[in-house]
């Protein structure tokens, strides 16, 4: 019964990446999501969402309950987006600022992330991103997000063998497969939430 409601049922993911460089690791988890949802998993389509023309938030930047042109279409995207994947590299045991700056905007009234399903991955060194993914679960409560809890998915991007070549792309064939199970996994909460 799942697999033919899933087959019958697309999910549109927005992807979000907290770091902005091309050739981040973060960036890399978003590509792969991208291809393993293309071969392997039916009714989802990834959507990757740049961040990086959003301007820092500023209040005085609203006219008349419209927003800059490029928040407009930002917030259109998560909007229209059935769920949410985010990739969220640790700075300073917390969420990157273009993250952070990111998710307020969307959150200005009326708040556009409410009531979607997320999922949040995450590569990086020590603990492979781990704190900034339990600050945005913080910022998902009040936000009213509801992230699939298992599985978690924080990748040591530095630890041997090599996960990601020089590009930033995934090599790692179990990373792979563990991110695949996170697809799944949001996939099943997104269609959780589209039948109550």
């Known amino acids: ?15 979000i990446s907290g770091s902005l460089r091309k050739a981040s690791y973060n960036r890399g ?10 071969a392997t998993v039916e009714g989802v389509q990834i959507e990757y969402v740049d961040i990086s023309p959003l301007p820092l938030l500023n209040t005085d930047l609203e006219r008349d309950g419209t927003f800059p042109p490029a928040v407009e279409a930002f917030r259109q995207k998560i909007l229209e987006a059935d769920s949410i994947l985010f990739a969220s590299p640790e700075y300073n045991y917390s969420i990157a600022a273009p993250l952070k700056n990111a998710i307020d905007w ?39 997000l509801h992230f699939i809890n298992k599985p978690e998915f ?15 792309n995934l090599i790692d064939e179990q990373s ?17 939430l589209q039948r109550k």
Request: charged residues 20%; positive net charge; aromatic residues 8%.
């Open 1 to 15: 019964m799942e697999a033919s409601v899933a087959a019958r049922s697309l999910i549109r993911v927005a992807a």
């Open 154 to 168: 924080f990748l040591n991007a530095f630890q041997p063998p090599a996960k990601f070549d020089s590009d930033g």
């Open 106 to 144: 969307a959150s200005r009234p009326p708040n556009v992330w409410a009531d979607k399903a997320a999922a949040i991955v995450s590569a990086g060194g020590g603990f492979g991103g781990g704190r900034s993914q339990y600050h945005l679960r913080q910022v998902g409560v009040f936000l009213d």
């Open 29 to 38: 988890l978003i590509r792969s999501a991208i291809e393993i949802s293309k």
């Open 176 to 192: 792979k497969l563990r991110l695949k199970e996170v697809l799944l996994a949001l996939q099943s909460m997104t269609l959780r």
